[in-house]
């Protein structure tokens, strides 16, 4: 049971790294200001688009709000693995890590999780200050179905979302494993990529096929249709199909995600990028 | 005592892909090291040092050749290897900066697999030994370069490996903390029977605690063995010359036969350099001393010198670090 000994301290260096910098509870409020801003933004843009047109709805409006809090939240830990290794090769620490017993994948699944806390704690405080400024600024708050049953419903969605960022994390982190130059602006790419392949802020079928075929099963698109079906249509069937698909889909993409850095981590080490420090 | 072999690598060649070719970082390298025991590789930078350290620690593969850990295959096992090294970089005062050393080294023992208790107690043993205990609860960023240091080599040592691989440990160090480094790193040696490979260009940090040492130059090893024994394959004659002025250019000496090699310290404030040169035969001395004042440049003393590791790396090198660096 080692494995989860080092999944655990991992997750705790990801925590400390997330919030220690600082005062944990001012960490945790400045970043829900990316969330929050993300989201009101969508918004606000869907708000005066659509009053313009007369097509405002709460449903639309709350159907944005709820795809661009997942988006949000998928997006804001699927990065980590990526940004960890490009940050401890940069620290020297990466390489004592590989040469650990404990696999450096541990590492990055641990850096995960404790990112998945930060990032479902910060994407929740954006949501409900987007809900609540949006209500006044469109007069009234939109009805959300809003219930012990909903909360644990969307926790779940999050939780059984894990394995899909995690597999995407890994992929990504193969990047990181051979990079020499680091692009820092790497998340904002890979929040882009998800809002518009998981149908956040529009269906998936708008876009052009054969995308349009390929973005609605990936992973993140059935857990933020999930989403809309418990908190806007109340809609229980399709709840649960979407998660099973979109949990499923998860763990191939997990599958996929592992042996794919597995085999970067040995050309790695072939061609000696692992200590390679990041420009 | 019975001794037992830890380390053993034979014939390690790496090349690296460079634009326009290839170049060969290490070749045919053959080396072994006893339980206990500390083996120094010496030579200048760019030498392959690191690049022996890379490959036999698991992070690099070598392009050919094989090495074996407490028996693993670095290149087949390399899960196995790591259980049992552990290396640490001068050069690298690796570690988390807002965190505290402690937590540091709490997150390494974790990813060695050793019970919380254990690793407290380990990290509180190793602390007093390396004499930072009260900046255990420092961040590493707050920490000076000496003790961050510190905390990096306690850090190679939390799992209690049975070879330990260290590249120039001491480098930029002042000299209380090295040698304090360098007496942990004896007494580790001798009382708990590690393997310590340490890849330095520093001679002293060498003769002070290395039972044998390998010269390693151009990525190919080119003498093995004690420091003693090195010094007594020195059939040739050091002298050091001191001189004035500093000379710009010695280059006159390489037409010279017989030196087989030298190098020069300046001591620009007396205005003065002290050259060290290996001959063939002491007779030649004169022939320098010669061709010294001939270029315009006075002899202020002249003596002959016990053999140093320097002079055992110019005699099988040509040149001094100094030189070979300024080269590379």
């Known amino acids: 049971m080692n494995f989860l000994r080092y999944i655990a301290s991992s997750m705790r260096i990801g925590i400390y790294h997330d919030l220690s910098w600082t005062n944990p509870m001012l960490s945790i409020m400045l970043r829900a200001v990316y969330p929050y801003s993300s989201i009101m933004t969508s918004c606000l843009i869907f708000t005066v688009g659509s009053k313009a047109a007369s097509k405002f709805t709460d449903v639309g409006l709350l159907y944005v709000m709820i795809g661009a809090f997942l988006y949000m939240h998928f997006a804001s830990y699927a990065w980590v693995p990526t940004l960890a290794i490009g940050e401890g090769k940069n620290l020297f620490v990466f390489q004592y890590i590989i040469i650990t017993k404990a696999s450096s994948k541990f590492y990055l699944a641990g850096r995960t999780f404790s990112s998945f806390v930060v990032s479902i704690l910060t994407a929740t405080i954006g949501f409900i200050l987007s809900y609540i400024t949006m209500g006044s600024i469109v007069g009234h708050f939109p009805q959300l179905s809003l219930g012990p049953y909903s909360v644990v419903s969307i926790f779940a969605i999050s939780l059984l979302n894990i394995p899909a960022s995690l597999g995407l994390g890994y992929i990504l982190a193969s990047y990181a494993l051979y990079a020499s130059k680091f692009e820092w602006a790497l998340p904002a790419y890979i929040a882009g990529m998800i809002m518009i392949l998981s149908g956040a802020l529009f269906p998936v079928t708008l876009l052009p096929y054969p995308v349009s075929f390929v973005a609605q099963y990936i992973p993140f698109t059935e857990f933020i249709r999930a989403a809309r079906d418990v908190l806007l249509y109340s809609n229980m069937s399709d709840f649960l199909l979407s998660i099973t698909t979109g949990f499923a889909g998860g763990l191939i993409l997990l599958l996929i995600g592992y042996f794919v850095y597995e085999y970067s981590e040995e050309k790695a080490r072939k061609v000696g990028a692992l200590d390679r420090r990041l420009a | ?328």
């Open chain 2, 1 to 328: 005592m019975a001794r037992n072999l830890k380390l053993v690598a034979e014939k390690i060649t790496r090349e690296f892909e460079v634009k326009g070719g290839r170049i060969t970082a290490l070749y045919n390298v053959n080396l072994s090291a006893w339980e206990g025991e500390v083996l120094g590789v010496l030579g200048p930078n760019g030498a392959g040092k690191t690049t022996l350290i890379r490959i036999l620690s698991t992070l690099l593969l070598p392009t050919s050749g094989s090495a074996k850990v407490m028996g693993f295959d670095v290149v087949k096992e390399p899960e196995k290897v790591r259980e049992v090294i552990n290396m640490a970089s001068g050069a690298e005062r690796s570690g988390y900066d807002f965190i505290s050393a402690r937590k540091n080294l709490w997150f390494f023992s974790q990813l060695y697999g050793i019970p919380g208790d254990e690793a407290n107690k380990r990290i509180e043993e190793l602390a007093e030994e390396l004499s930072f205990k009260e900046y255990l609860d420092s961040k590493f960023y707050s920490l000076s370069t000496g003790y961050r240091q510190r905390v990096t080599i306690a850090r190679a040592f939390i799992n209690r490996p049975s070879v330990v691989f260290l590249d120039e440990p001491t480098i930029g160090l002042d000299v209380m903390t090295a040698m304090s480094i360098r007496e942990f790193l004896k007494r580790k040696a001798r009382d708990e029977r590690i393997t310590i490979l340490l890849a330095t260009h520093n001679m002293p940090e060498v003769e002070a605690i290395c039972n044998r040492v390998a010269i390693i130059d151009k990525g190919r090893i080119i003498a093995e063995g004690t420091p003693e024994a090195l010094k007594n394959t020195l059939t040739l004659c050091a002298y050091a010359i001191e001189i004035k002025p500093i000379p710009v250019n010695l280059g006159f000496l390489e037409s010279v036969e017989g030196i087989k090699g030298y190098t020069m310290k300046a001591d620009s404030q007396r205005g003065t350099a002290t050259l060290q040169v290996v001959l063939e035969d002491e007779e030649l001395l004169e022939t320098v001393l010669f061709f010294l004042s001939k270029n315009g440049i006075r002899v202020l003393n002249t003596w002959r010198k016990e053999p140093t590791l320097e002079e055992v790396f110019v005699s099988y090198v040509g040149r001094g670090f100094g030189e070979r660096e300024s080269e590379s």
